[in-house]
């Protein structure tokens, strides 16, 4: 069973997801908003989901920015057209800049540094982690 993360934007959205073992967090894919729909009920066939986790956009002082109104629309979606699956939100702030950070220190050829789809998957993916941290009890 499988958690899957969303990092969603009104451009892209950064998809990451778990091993089955729900262990590490992976980058899957960067889709435009409107490919996303048809791609989740085709990947909902092979995999199984059982969380959503998606990152809420928020401003320094802890309140909703901006784009949280555009993410609220996706999460009321992904519970209309998958009402089984539960759907946690999370923190984002600084995902993007994480990401960035950590591609610049990957290697990366510049151009796969510059690529928006690039920082929107590990941006998904460090959402998906920082929530696989927090379910952890050491």
Same mark, same amino acid.
């Given at each position: 069973?499988?958690?899957? $993360?969303?990092?969603?934007?009104?451009?892209?959205?950064?998809?990451?997801?778990?091993? *089955?073992?729900?262990?590490?967090?992976? *980058?899957?894919?960067?889709?435009?908003?409107?490919?996303?729909?048809?791609?989740?009920?085709?990947?909902?066939?092979?995999?199984? #989901?059982?969380?959503?986790? #998606?990152?809420?956009?928020?401003?320094?002082?802890?309140?909703?920015?901006?784009?949280?109104?555009?993410?609220?629309?996706?999460?009321?979606?992904?519970?209309?057209?998958? *009402?089984?699956?539960?759907?946690?939100?999370?923190?984002?702030?600084?995902? !993007?800049?994480?990401?960035? $950070?950590?591609?610049?220190?990957?290697?990366? !050829?510049?151009?796969?540094?510059?690529?928006?789809?690039?920082?929107?998957? #590990?941006?998904?993916? +460090?959402?998906?982690?920082?929530?696989?941290?927090?379910?952890? +009890?050491?």
């Amino acid at each position: 069973m499988r958690i899957l $993360a969303f990092d969603y934007g009104t451009k892209r959205v950064g998809i990451a997801v778990t091993d *089955p073992l729900q262990i590490i967090a992976n *980058p899957l894919t960067t889709l435009h908003p409107e490919k996303l729909w048809p791609f989740l009920h085709e990947y909902m066939l092979s995999e199984a #989901v059982v969380t959503f986790v #998606v990152g809420k956009p928020r401003q320094l002082d802890g309140t909703d920015s901006q784009s949280a109104a555009h993410v609220v629309g996706f999460i009321r979606r992904l519970q209309r057209e998958f *009402p089984t699956i539960p759907v946690v939100e999370i923190d984002e702030r600084f995902t !993007s800049k994480m990401a960035s $950070a950590a591609i610049s220190q990957s290697g990366m !050829s510049r151009k796969k540094r510059q690529n928006k789809e690039t920082v929107d998957t #590990v941006s998904a993916t +460090i959402i998906l982690q920082d929530y696989l941290n927090s379910k952890s +009890i050491y």
